[in-house]
């Protein structure tokens, strides 16, 4: 049986075109294209459930970060490959937080694009170089020590972490914190040394393991 993927994306055009793409692979069919998030659960509230949510992430009404969440809170199985032309760090994070099992930019070649749905249906998750294999199937909090002690982490980059999983840019958390840009800086470096990390968004994947981030 082929998997079932829904297109939610407000740009006609583009919506046609990933069909058009995903038709070409054997073991893969859409089911329907919806232009909005709203319409989207109104398909799913008629049990027109996919495998796969191909997402994009800037629409009006109803973004893709809150279709993303929406999906999350009500259909877990529901793998989300989020698509998009914002390759900022603040943008994978937000959606990572809010439940996509991947992140593809549209600019992307075909071949990647197979190879995410590939990857999202055999594995659960697609981040190609953003996040790796072993910190993603870790997502679950770590259970024992305390690990703000385990990473030697101070109030500050305690405060910093869960700012810096959200959208808000090094610049926003500078002004939030209180402190100068080159302050964040130096947090971020810290942070990054303790956890063992070479990104944000790899910062973000092991605060979400080890349960740092505040409650929403």
């Known amino acids: 049986m082929k998997t079932q993927i829904v297109i939610v994306d407000d740009h006609e055009l583009m919506a046609k075109a990933l069909s058009s793409l995903v038709q070409k ?4 069919e859409v089911i329907y294209e919806v232009a909005s998030g709203l319409e989207l659960i109104r398909r799913f509230d008629l049990g027109m459930v996919p495998q796969i949510v191909l997402l994009d992430v800037h629409m009006p009404e109803m973004d893709g970060y809150e279709v993303a969440k929406w999906l999350r809170d009500n259909y877990p ?8 032309m914002n390759d900022k760090e603040e943008a994978i994070v937000k959606m990572l937080r809010n439940g996509a099992s991947g992140y593809l930019l549209k600019g992307c070649k075909p071949r990647e694009f197979k190879a995410a749905l590939d990857s999202i249906t055999s594995k659960g998750f697609y981040y190609s170089e953003y996040i790796t294999s ?14 703000v002690k385990g990473f030697g982490l101070n109030e500050r980059e305690l405060t910093f972490i869960r700012m810096a999983c959200s959208d808000l840019t090094y610049n926003e958390i500078a002004d939030k914190m209180c402190v100068s840009p080159r302050t964040v800086d130096g947090y971020r470096e810290s942070v990054f040394q303790k956890m063992d990390v070479k990104s944000r968004v790899g910062m973000v994947i092991k605060a979400m393991k080890n349960n740092l981030l505040s409650p929403e």
Not at 25 to 28: A, C, E, R, S, T
Not at 77 to 83: H, I
Not at 138 to 144: H, I, S
């Open 25 to 28: 692979f054997d073991q893969y």
């Open 134 to 147: 072993h910190l993603i199937k870790n997502l679950n909090p770590t259970k024992g020590a305390d690990p």
């Open 77 to 84: 199985t529901v793998r989300v490959l989020a698509l998009s």
